[in-house]
């Protein structure tokens, strides 16, 4: 590891002030995901601000009937609130397929949304990655490419996001609140803030440099039947090959959304009205234009069998 | 690290000594190359001071701000208890109990947790006083070459208080229902515990055994 200078925020105008002043700063808060880059050097920070102490670490209700997530709640605690259990149980689903209890009581909100790819390429350091060093190249195009991505890839990256949680809120239409180095607040949808890699997969987010999650909000409970449903190689404490959040309704109607399978969370809300008529449909809709390699062109069949499985369940379910 | 001064000699320490006459010229080569490599930066390198408590005695530290909390309970502190395994969160060999929750040591720096509370395997029990968790995992066979068990041990405590608390798994049925304890929750619950050796059924039937038999 590289070493770092280290300072512990306590509100975040200062935490602001202090990412302005020190180029090459970055936040830690859980560090369940940058300490393991750090140690690997893919990260190489010059000074850390600790944003523990910036107290969003709670769970409030919004005024449209939503709740207001701090970005500092632990996975572990979101995943347990009594809310999200009852309004927002795909939230809560995604949460618990992920990582493992001890990383969970650990891993924030924000830090979640915020997790770089688990490519192998990119955590090999003897590997060209575009994603670590700008231009210089992708070893995954044509490597060992089942973990990877099938849809939204560029001829510079292959990468997968590899959150469930990002999944559910993607689902969930939730919001993420931010507020910028000068002090200037703003809300970008979820459906914005991951990018696709294009030519500049180094740049993961809508985050403006030096910008801070503060929080990430829900919109008002849709009801119906949630559920997630993680495809992996073993069945627990690993990352999806893919997985299938759903929403299904009473009358068949609902939304989906797909992790596994590119750079961000996959929704195509177009592709949602075919919901009623089942997998094939959506699947169709949801996955056109994907662009397997011949290691992951399964994931294109086992999401269309996983959203199958996850249909037939909400029908007994409901 | 005050108190190394009047630490007893352990057993890893004979070891240390023990290697170190071995084997001389080796210890002694890699240190001098080990030694341009830090000397030649030119900043000193950035330390921050750090206070918590561990297994209920307060500690004070000066710190390589890069050093993670199971650097400082190993290596300042000499809790060896805590093991290394893979050093980036996937055994759970290094977890300890952070204000009474599971973590994995070697994920999170000293440096955030000013005014913490750091439980490890030491601060459970001793020897001739036990933890039930160590001694149902001596009961039951709970290991084999025992590297893991700290780990296994902490977090198997850590997880019967999360589900005590009503924290939901993987595998629970119904989310709105306070979970109970089955086997299936049990192995979901401790599935970042990995043991090379292969005690897991043992593992089970301690931590069962702890839990009330409810598994």
Redesign the interface.
Known sequence: ?K????E?AQTPGQAAAAVAAHPGSRF?A???NL??LM?HQIEAPTH?I?V?GLKLDSIEPTAEGGLRIGALVRN?DL??DERV??DY?VL??AL??G?????R??ATTAGNLLQRTRCVYFYDTDQACNKRQPGAGCSAIGGATRQLAVIGVSSACIATHPSDMAVAMRLLDANVETVRTDGRVRVIPIADFHRLPGTTPHIETALEPGELVTAVTLPRPTGGTHIYRKVRDR???AFALISVAAIVQKDGSGRVAVGGVAHKPWRVEAAEAAMPNGAKAVTAGLLAGAAPTEHNAFKLTLVERTLSAVLAQARTTS | METSDSLTISRRDLLIVGAASGAAATAISSHAQAVPASVS?T?P??V?KVSFEVNGQARMMQL???T?LLDALRETLHLTGTKKGC???QC?AC?VL?DG????AC???A??H?GASVTTVEGLGTPQRMHPMQAAFVKHDGYQCGYCTPGQIC?AI??LE?IR??????V?AD??VRPLLSASEL???????ICRCGAYSNIVDAITEVSGGQA
């Open positions: 590891m070493s770092f200078t280290y512990r830690i859980g560090g369940t300490l393991d140690k850390l600790d523990n572990s995943a347990t259990r009852r149980g809560s689903r618990l397929s990582a493992s209890g001890q990383l009581n650990r069945a627990s404490y | 930066a900043a390198v950035p921050t390589d701000t890069r993670t050093d980036h969160g759970g977890t952070l929750r599971r973590i994995k994920l999170t720096l440096v955030m000013e977090s850590g997880m999360e608390r009503g924290v939901p798994s993987h629970t989310l709105t192995q979901e619950r401790m599935s970042g515990n």
